[in-house]
């Protein structure tokens, strides 16, 4: 048996990492972590149990090295620095329930050892043209696609969210058009307005002539509206995709001077950090300030 961190719980040497995340995953499902969270961390963790396997290391004789050692690999395999960050970014969440627990002595991973994306370009959102020619492509959509697409510009909804929702989930409180997300990424959970006018409409008069069953409101998958993006930015040459409207989303309204606590509660962000990474697509008018010569 091995003593360690408290001397309070012994554990074999031979525990399996299975049943650690196994009760990991567990114990976040009792602390009211979503769905798809428990997911993430369910993958990112089997990743890197299954690569100790391969060197032969139990999860209780693992080195800061080691974890270093799999950050190498991920790179060597492509994978992209946000990529990376997010799979760290699970297991740190991990060892420092394992060492709660007492199950490991010390830490072995801190956000430090997360990669930097020092090279990485400043996220813009749609430009005002862009944003004219998206609406007219969305016109010629067909009605379930037009409203699921107006619905994440109007609202900065996740694609997987706008792809799950249901009939139900669509309300209207006074002259308001709600949409309640459930089970969404990282417990972000929450009702919020469709902000845009328009979109609001569009969506509503949508939702109105469907009838409550038990499919997804836009019968739409998410696969399938991530098609629709692609073959938008191949029409058109502009570089989009899905989440690029959360972007755009945050940006219009950082520039209308909504605060940043808002935003990021619209959005479903856990930290006020990325809710500023996003608010960075403003288009920032320095025009006032600058000194004339």
Not at 128 to 137: P, Q, S, T
Not at 206 to 224: A, G, V
Request: aromatic share 8%.
């Amino acid at each position: 048996m091995l003593k360690l961190a408290n001397n309070t719980r012994p554990i074999s040497i031979f525990m399996q990492f299975e049943n650690l995340i196994r009760e990991f995953i567990e114990d976040m499902r009792l602390e009211g972590r979503a769905k798809g969270t428990l997911l993430e961390y369910k993958q990112r963790l089997n990743e890197f149990k299954q690569y100790l396997n391969d060197k032969n290391i139990p999860i209780n004789h693992t080195k800061h090295e080691d974890l270093s050692a799999f950050k190498q690999t991920l790179f060597k395999k492509g994978q992209k620095v946000n990529t990376i960050r997010g799979k760290l970014s699970a297991i740190h969440v991990f060892i420092t329930w394992t060492v709660r627990k007492g199950y490991l002595p010390e830490m072995i991973i801190s956000p430090d050892d997360y990669p930097k994306n020092i090279n990485a370009d400043r996220i813009k959102r749609l430009t005002n043209e862009e944003l004219r020619i998206f609406k007219a492509y969305l016109d010629e959509l067909q009605p379930n696609a037009r409203a699921a697409f107006c619905l994440m510009l109007g609202s900065g909804c996740r694609v997987g969210e706008a792809s799950h929702l249901r009939v139900e989930d669509v309300t209207l409180r006074g002259k308001a058009v709600y949409i309640d997300i459930r089970n969404a990424k990282w417990g972000s959970d929450r009702c919020i307005p469709i902000i845009d006018k328009q979109a609001a409409e569009i969506v509503w008069k949508y939702r109105e002539e469907l009838e409550i069953d038990n499919r997804p409101l836009f019968r739409l998958s998410k696969r399938t509206l991530q098609g629709y993006a692609t073959a938008f930015a191949q029409k058109t040459g502009i570089n989009f995709r899905c989440h690029l409207l959360r972007h755009t989303f945050a940006g219009k309204l950082t520039e209308q001077g909504i605060p940043l606590t808002t935003i990021q509660y619209l959005l479903g962000h856990k930290s006020l950090g990325m809710t500023a990474h996003y608010a960075q697509s403003a288009l920032v008018d320095l025009s006032d300030i600058t000194p004339e010569i």
